[in-house]
């Protein structure tokens, strides 16, 4: 690539499709995440975290499982997770595999308002994220999504 000017950086093919991903990642994650915020009361993030565990199932998960899926450092995490525990949505429970650690889990009202927020966020991904899409696109659109994600998760170092 023969980048030389502002124009031509501005203007490049890759430049440009990497800067629409991201406005649109941006745009689409303030419309759903303002939506979650009003409906249901917690945050984008918290609804990620309940997803995370969720799909995590028991025992649960360690900070640094959840800090890693989500690019916080634990102190981060750690001080998220006092939020939600706060809040009646996760508890910290003994490790089976390791009586020093902990793990975090779903409590009822969590899992209570995983799939309260879902049922809200599967109607506004369909009408945000879905239905400008030609239908025939979706699938593959998703797949490449998933490897994007997977592939970009790999090359981060691991957070402490």
């Known amino acids: 690539m023969g980048v030389s000017t502002a124009r031509e950086a501005a203007n490049d093919d890759l430049v440009l499709a990497f800067g629409r991903l991201l406005g649109a990642a941006n745009r689409l994650e303030h419309i759903l995440g303002r939506a979650i915020e009003a409906e249901c009361g917690i945050t984008h993030l918290v609804f990620e975290v ?31 997770i006092d939020r939600m525990a706060a809040a009646g949505l996760v508890e910290r429970t003994g490790d089976p595999a390791d009586r020093r650690a902990r793990l975090v889990r779903l409590t009822t009202q969590g899992e209570e308002m995983v799939v309260r927020t879902a049922r809200l966020h599967v109607e506004n991904i369909r009408r945000y994220f879905v239905e400008p899409l030609p239908p025939e696109d979706l699938d593959r659109f998703a797949e490449d999504l998933r490897i994007l994600s997977h592939s970009a998760r790999d090359a981060l170092p691991r957070l402490r």
Do not use: D, K, N, W
């Open 50 to 80: 309940l997803l995370i565990l969720g799909r995590a199932g028991e025992p649960g998960l360690s900070m640094g499982a959840i800090a890693q899926e989500q690019v916080l450092t634990t102190g981060g995490v750690t001080r998220l």
